[in-house]
């Protein structure tokens, strides 16, 4: 799948296997842009599995401005109780440094809204670190509003080993 965009030269492409080398490089350009390196663990063949494998988990799409690889988007979908409906969930967007200001992270969120609409999707939902200003502004001015009575919970490693023992 090739979608174009109004950015001329800029097309979204559904990622292949093939890709998975690039998806790598870009989730650890984000972890070093949001100061998480020391969290990202992830290897090629743990995203081939779970990305391409008997079991898809995510998808991901990659922005390519004249054939030249500059951004992607990783993506799974949720289910809203309340609405009765799926949604989008967006776990990361990331556009190189280099090719910021351009417009292709707003072109990136366009195509997701539209399959959010083609889907059925109640919602196409985020997160952003408190400190990353500049993604908050951009992100309000497409409309977007934040969650802010809401706290997110995770539970990882350890922990998740231990609560899992209490069934």
Not at 26 to 48: M, P, W
Not at 63 to 77: Q, S
Not at 82 to 108: C, H, S, T, W
């Amino acid at each position: 799948m090739e979608v174009s965009t109004n950015i001329s030269g800029f097309v979204i492409r559904q990622a292949t296997e093939a890709d998975v080398p690039l998806i790598l490089q870009f989730i650890r350009g984000l972890a070093e842009y949001e100061r998480l390196s020391h969290e990202c663990v992830a290897d090629e063949a743990t995203l081939k599995n779970n990305l391409f494998g008997e079991r898809r988990v995510a998808e991901v799409v990659i922005g390519y401005d004249h054939n030249n690889p500059v951004c992607f988007a990783l993506f799974f979908h949720n289910f809203s109780t309340f609405l009765g409906k799926p949604g989008i969930y967006l776990e990361d967007l990331f556009v190189n440094p280099d090719q910021r200001g351009k417009g292709f992270g707003k072109a990136m969120l366009a195509f997701l809204a539209k399959l959010a609409v083609e889907r059925e999707c109640g919602r196409l939902e985020w997160s952003v670190l408190d400190w990353n200003e500049p993604a908050i502004n951009f992100y309000k001015s497409l409309g977007a509003k934040p969650m802010d009575e809401w706290t997110i919970f995770r539970v990882t490693g350890d922990a998740l080993k231990q609560l899992a023992e209490e069934v």
